[in-house]
């Protein structure tokens, strides 16, 4: 049923958007959750070009590792997830801050709307912080989450995921989103994910596995890569480098 | 219904695409002082609150708005600092709606003409832009306040309530459906 709709409206949709369609019905959180009128297009004023900054006082370093937060180790698969931000010119988004929350391996949030009944994990809370280095990697050391079950529609289940909230250069460059593991079965039926109608855009947001990232004996590794919209250039930049 | 989509995507590396909020992001983004860019009792301070609502005017209470902001002077601080507030002023703010849809941040007036906002949401697939401008200025000066309609320009502008706080409320849909901003040259969708 679901899975008809997005087919329609995948087939109906143009094809070209690399965001997601806010409209979105089978996603069913979105019909009056999104905006009905067009997005006014407007200048960024210096307050819209100026990112929030964030540093070393705000971010420790055994944030990243999602692994240490208890006494004891998590149970799941342990993964490395690495990757740079990048802006929409492929310029390294440094020194900036990266959130991220998941669920555990057996799908369940520590959060106290959860109701799946699912085990909570004692030894791992979901959630991790890092600054970006001086060429806009970002590191986390975690479990690989569990998909879980929503209410969305009948049988309706999440591919397993890991949120990102992410800063860019430029305070229009914020962004949140979503990392999702290569070959999910529940990719193709996930009315979130495909909400973005276009499937190379889509692939963007599915991780690659990274033999060379993988530690000997201790984690399977993860690349992912994120490009930001636009960058703090100018408008005359832009068309000097693209003319 | 149809989707209005902003405009097409600029030359250079397509962006990541964005993904909604979803509802558990309340033991991740929150932090303590959060939403205080100032504290409570500086001289000075004022609220910046309102309430999300749907399209049915329901509240929201699983969105979450970060601010952007000029210091009274008019400077935009690049300092650190958010996350751990030790007293210097950041310019930025964050808070997650409580259960009846309410939002309020603890801060300055800014020397600028508007807050930067950015609001975020379970059932939002992706992030939205807009402006909390600040009431009593000379907005028919304004380049994109003089080109709405009234009712338009309304939804962007904070009122001063009797107690001297600005509120601010964010309608996602609706006759009073804010007005949702763009940024093609110079940052995104």
Redesign the interface.
Known sequence: MVSHEIATLHRE??S?????????PP?R???????????????????????????????GPVEADLTIQGRGEPIGERLVVTGRV?D???RPVRHQ?V???Q?NAAGR???K??QHPAPLDPHF???G?CLTDGDGWYRFTTIKPGPYPWRNHHNAWRPAHI?F?LFGT?????????MYFPGDPLLALDP??Q??TDP???D??VATYDHELTQHEWATGYRW???????????VE?ED??A | ?????????????????????????????PYERDHELVPPATPGAVRLHGVVR???G?P?PDALI?I???DADGA?????????R?GGF???GRAATDPSGRYSFTTVE?G???F?V?V??????????TRAYLPGRDLDAD??LSR?APG?RETLVAVREPDGSLRFDVH??GDR?????????????
């Open positions: 949709g143009e070209s958007r690399t965001q997601p369609r806010l409209d979105f996603y959180s979105s019909l009056l959750r999104h905006p009905t009128k067009v997005l006014q297009q407007v200048d960024p004023e210096d307050v819209e070009l100026l990112a929030p900054v964030f540093g070393h006082s705000d971010v990048l929409g010119e492929g801050l959130e991220v929350w669920a949030y520590v959060h709307r959860d809370t979901g959630v912080r949120h909230s430029a305070f229009t460059q914020r962004s949140i989103t979503q979130i994910y909400a973005i190379a855009a889509r963007r947001l890569d994120v490009v930001l919209t636009g960058s703090r250039s100018t408008p832009r480098d693209h | 219904m149809p989707d209005l989509p902003g405009p097409p995507d600029l030359p250079g590396l397509p962006a990541t695409p964005g993904q909604t909020v979803g509802p558990f992001f309340h033991d991740a983004l749907d399209g049915a329901e929201v970060e952007r902001q000029a935009v601080p690049e300092v650190e600092g958010s996350l751990v030790d950041t310019g930025w800014p600028g003409a508007f930067a950015v975020f949401a379970r059932g939002l697939l992706d992030r939205l832009f380049p994109l709405l338009d996602l849909q459906e804010t007005v949702f901003l763009s940024f093609p040259r110079g940052g995104a969708r």
